[in-house]
């Protein structure tokens, strides 16, 4: 196979000019304009502009750095609020909790009615400016989470002098039950009605007394609920030779500002009326620690960031987004104003993505670390703690295509550190080698307990009593080719040889072995499942045509990349393929989502997996015609959420149909909230990052496909 280096994710995609808005410049140092030698295309009027202060949470603005995130807005009482969030601050329950709300009042009031107000959220720089009043009488700050540093900035500054208060406003102040759960919280009840028998506390955070001038709290996390789960799942022996995740976890944060003095142990309040102030927000997760060490470690971090000004930061902060978004960019002009809003939605799923990719964990699918507290308290996450392959893997793919390899790195790490985990449990549930992954997992690799069920009386282990996941195991496949695709755009042979090989060796292996062969000597996938819409089914299509695009890819490689075992077996497990299900309708051949099924339960199209993600038919590839009436036919048919109708029409090439989808899915965001990509709910959280990543990936599936060593422009 030729080298293939990631010169195609670099190649800029410009389907016509458009011309800037007007941008506020802050301080007058970061005005540009799209002519710019150094600008990108499309993303200057991506930018989100506001010219009201708002309300409550549902006018909140997000940025954040790839670990910490922030959500802010203005009230017009003149309060700036922003939720603070990160991606690893797991609690003893495995939730992902909110570091905090952090509430700052500014007198006199600069957003009065009357006064011109402008808010923008520049995304070349990744930063929040607002602009008040005109003249020798504005006011102006700034907020922006360091891509360097865990670290959070608010700039101040105004023509007439001004006071600031800083509060933290921290609802887990005492130990309570809680009554609202979501369907895979650790002791939820399961989907079958049996209980865990256990209740869900939330351990209430610690605000430290006599900081210095500076706010300090943190949530440690003294209990665990992975030994509990570990013992339900049959695993029990695991806790002996595995470090449990979160026990003796910590993560909270530091706040202090130039001229800020300490009011109490959650207030700080300026000494005397100033024309600038600065306040800083010091972010950290320890684990396996004390609160003495932790204590230590963050104020060392603090010391270390303050050693460094903050122009150095801001501009190595700026260095990072700019060569962020020259990676790869797409904009698009249409007569109407329809194409500058595609633009727009395009670079702020991005964004999203970016803001909330590049920690020690993966993507939260249901509203990543920018949930609200739309349901109930700003924990609550609707679909609670574990992942959906299936929904999160619609965030990663585009991200591939955009070149952004850094976001997908902790999404493997996730997998490849559950590894061992996953080869024991295969072991011990079905007595073979290999690994699988569940499709609803917590991030150490075990299934939801809700899934998994808690009345275990009569039944093995192993046996997951929701059906709609209990053979749901095609993620693996689909990881494997994810990895592959990345492989073919990078050539890095570390990732091949460190990540993707023994994740792709463990479950093939499985899939080689789990199964019995029939009577023609194929692999007969009986009993199993396709996706969750077919939860009986014999010969799933997900399962064949991922083996079949996985195995093909592998067996390219060359011969100094697989050992002469490695290819032997593949080859013998490719050649003990059954045929891909199908059948003549109308003296059509047409896909099925298996050999046979029984009562489909969701509404999923399997048999367009050999589309996508598993693409076996495609523009330019054999049979296109059996997969465009596959398509044509599908049960069915939307373009919200998790329903990738618009990237599969994209491959196979019907423009039209990948048009309308796209139009319509990404000018689809909640209009209750101001910021135009917070997306569903739908069926998942919000922002829905589904519904924002399939049309992403469908987008660049229009305009730009990739094929082994093919490029295939505008298919």
């Known amino acids: 196979m030729k080298n293939f280096v990631a010169f195609v994710c670099y190649i800029f995609l410009q389907l016509s000019y458009i011309s800037p808005v007007n941008a506020q410049p802050f301080w007058g140092k970061e ?163 049996s209980k865990s028998g256990e209740i869900t506390i939330q351990y209430p955070d610690s605000i430290l007394a006599q900081q210095h001038n500076t706010i300090t709290w943190y949530h440690h996390n003294k209990h665990s609920c992975w030994p509990f789960t570990l013992k339900l799942q049959g695993l029990e022996e695991l806790t002996k030779t595995q470090t449990d995740p979160l026990l003796n976890n910590i993560f909270g944060a530091a706040i202090n500002g130039n001229g800020l003095m300490q009011q109490n142990d959650t207030t700080l309040i300026a000494a005397h009326p100033v024309l600038t102030q600065s306040i800083t927000v010091n972010v950290l997760t320890k684990t396996s620690t004390t609160p003495a060490v932790w204590l230590n470690a963050l104020n060392k971090q603090k010391a270390d960031i303050e050693k460094l000004t903050i122009e150095q930061c801001r501009s190595r902060h700026a260095q990072w987004w700019n060569q962020f978004w020259k990676r790869s960019y797409i904009n698009i002009h249409t007569a109407t104003d329809t194409g500058a809003v595609i633009t727009r939605s395009y670079n702020l799923q991005r964004y999203l993505t970016a803001c ?192 079949q695009n996985v195995l093909s890819q592998l067996l390219d490689f060359p011969q100094n990349i697989l050992t002469s075992q490695q290819r032997i077996a593949w080859r013998k497990t490719m050649n003990d393929l059954p045929a891909l299900p199908m059948k003549i309708i109308d003296g059509k051949a047409i896909l099925l989502p298996a050999q046979t099924v029984t009562k489909s339960f969701n509404t999923e199209n399997p048999e367009l997996y050999a589309v996508f993600p598993f693409r076996i038919y495609g523009v330019q590839k054999p049979s296109l015609e059996i997969a465009r009436n596959t398509f044509a036919l599908r049960t069915n048919k939307e373009s919200f959420c998790w329903y990738q109708d618009d990237a599969q029409a994209a491959y196979l090439g019907l423009a039209s149909e990948a048009a309308k989808g796209v139009s319509k899915r990404m000018t689809d965001w909640n209009k209750a909230y101001a910021f135009p990509a917070m997306w569903g709910p739908g069926d998942d959280g919000l922002p829905d990052l589904d519904h924002g990543g399939v049309g992403q990936l469908a987008l660049q599936a229009m305009l730009m496909q990739t094929d082994k060593n093919k490029i295939l422009l505008f298919p």
């Open 356 to 547: 909330g990719g590049r920690g020690k964990g993966w993507i939260k699918f249901n509203g990543s670390i920018f949930t609200l507290p739309n349901e109930h308290d700003a924990d609550f996450r609707r679909w609670g703690p574990a992942n959906w392959f299936q929904n999160i893997r619609l965030a990663y793919w585009p991200a591939i295509n955009a070149g952004d390899f850094d976001i997908l790195s902790p999404f493997y790490t996730t997998y490849l550190k559950a590894l061992p985990l996953a080869k024991k449990r295969t072991a011990l549930y079905y007595g073979h080698k290999g690994a699988f992954f569940s499709e609803t997992s917590y991030a150490w690799g075990t299934y939801s307990n809700g899934d998994y069920g808690f009345n275990r009386e009569g039944i093995t282990a192993g046996f997951v009593t929701n059906p709609y996941i209990r053979r749901h195991w095609s993620n693996g496949l689909e990881l494997t080719a994810m990895m592959l695709q990345q492989y073919q755009l990078t050539n890095n042979k570390h990732f091949l040889i460190d990540t993707l090989l023994p994740i792709a060796t463990a479950i093939i292996q499985f899939y080689d072995e789990h199964w019995k062969r029939g009577a023609d000597g194929k692999i007969l996938f009986d009993p199993s499942q396709s996706l969750e819409t077919w939860q009986t089914a014999v010969n799933p299509m997900p399962e064949i045509a991922g083996l």
């Open 31 to 193: 005005k540009s304009t799209e002519r710019s030698t150094n600008s990108v295309p499309g993303l200057e009027q991506s930018n989100v502009t506001w010219n009201n202060a708002g309300k409550d949470f549902h006018d909140a603005m997000p940025t954040g750095n790839g670990d910490i995130g922030v959500s802010m807005w203005i009230e017009k009482e003149g309060d700036l609020l922003f939720y603070i969030s990160k991606t690893d601050a797991y609690d003893d329950n495995n939730r992902l909790l909110k570091i905090g709300l952090v509430r700052v009042k500014i007198s006199p009031n600069p957003f009065v009615p009357g006064v011109s107000f402008v808010q923008q959220l520049h995304l070349k720089q990744s930063v929040i400016t607002v602009q008040t009043g005109n003249g020798n009488n504005t006011f102006k700050l700034r907020l922006w989470v360091d891509a360097n540093h865990p670290v959070i900035r608010l700039e101040i500054a105004g023509d007439k002098k001004f006071t600031s208060t800083v509060q933290l406003q921290n609802w887990r102040r005492e130990k309570h039950t809680l009554e609202d759960l979501s369907f895979s919280d650790v002791y939820k009840d399961d989907f079958d009605g």
